[in-house]
């Protein structure tokens, strides 16, 4: 008899565990969209330095709005790549970089990652800086899920409230306290999974306010102990990472939104790319268009001038 049950104890564990690896392996995020994004490309350019090389817009009618701060946007031609934006970009982090920011295409808005698999060592992120900063000078520092806000500034969360609609820190209550770790996630432990919580932390720093919308704790890779955030200053408050030479430059290509809207892309809205002092495009080169929303690659399609769509 107990043979029995052992043999259907360890079957039902079998069962279990394969139900459970499952779930792991079939583990889905949450961010990125399902637009689905169609590019018409113009038949040929020049050798001049503003021209239009295409226009974009969604596909279909189930289309959402996406919010440019999320939206990363580059055409490569000949195997080069031409960042997209309202006017500044993103230069490329040292491979070897503790904290690697990247500009949305709104010009405002940062995605910034840290590495933060240091368990020994805390890992400091400036907030105005966009830059790795030290035990005496940070605004967060990092390892592991361990994020504390550093000495001498102030923080508040605001509970499942969207990132862009943040905008002012009045009427905001702010909390001295550093001592303990920020509450920024939750752990499913059905997938062992860190999710971050949906709500903005707001940090103010010497005068200036920030705010800061957490991503994920996973890399492309999908490997652990990277936090990605969103991050914009309010208020106006100076924001010394967009003017940093080191970090942003003029964009190649520039975006001109068809409603004037540089906060979304809204649902039916047609977007121009053109040259901004950069010759990328002179004559029919192939000219292809990589897209991603919150770090998730968007898909993308090719119409033409007679086709249905177009």
């Known amino acids: 008899m107990w043979k029995r049950a052992a043999a259907t104890l360890a079957v039902g564990l079998f069962i279990g565990g394969l139900v459970w690896w499952s779930m792991v392996q079939g583990y889905t995020s949450e961010l990125g969209t399902d637009n689905v994004v169609e590019i018409l490309i113009e038949d040929s350019s020049t050798e001049g330095f503003d021209d239009v090389l295409a226009t974009t817009s969604f596909q279909g009618d189930a289309a959402e709005p ?13 195997g080069a790549s031409y960042a997209c934006g309202f006017g500044q970009q993103s230069l490329p982090s040292a491979t070897d970089a503790l904290v690697r920011p990247k500009l949305g295409a709104d010009g405002q808005t940062f995605t910034t990652t840290v590495d933060a698999t240091n368990e020994e060592a805390f890992t400091f992120l400036s907030l105005p800086n966009q830059r790795e900063g030290n035990d005496s000078d940070h605004s967060l520092r990092f390892s592991s899920t361990d994020v504390f806000v550093g000495d001498g500034h102030a923080w508040a969360y605001l509970e499942d409230v969207p990132f862009n609609d943040i905008n002012s820190h009045e009427n905001i209550t ?3 306290n550093t001592e303990e770790r920020l509450e920024w996630y939750t752990y499913d432990l059905s997938v062992h999974r860190v999710t971050p919580l949906s709500g903005v932390f707001v940090i103010k720093i010497d005068g200036a306010y920030y705010k ?17 955030m969103l991050i914009a200053s309010l208020n106006g408050s ?5 003017q940093d030479p080191e970090l942003v430059s003029p964009a190649p290509c520039l975006l001109r939104a ?18 901004q002092n950069v010759n990328i495009r002179s004559n029919d080169e192939a000219l292809t268009l990589v897209m991603t929303y919150e770090g998730v690659e968007v898909r993308i399609v090719e119409i033409t001038s007679t086709s249905p769509e177009g």
């Open 238 to 242: 100076e924001f010394p990472a967009l």
């Open 66 to 78: 996406l919010l440019w701060s999320s939206v990363e946007l580059a055409l490569v031609v000949n």
């Open 258 to 275: 068809g409603d004037g809207d540089l906060t979304h892309w809204n649902a039916t809205e047609v977007v121009e790319l053109r040259e």
């Open 174 to 176: 702010f909390s001295s």
């Open 212 to 228: 800061v919308k957490f991503l994920s704790y996973y890399n492309d890779d999908d490997e652990r102990r990277y936090p990605t």
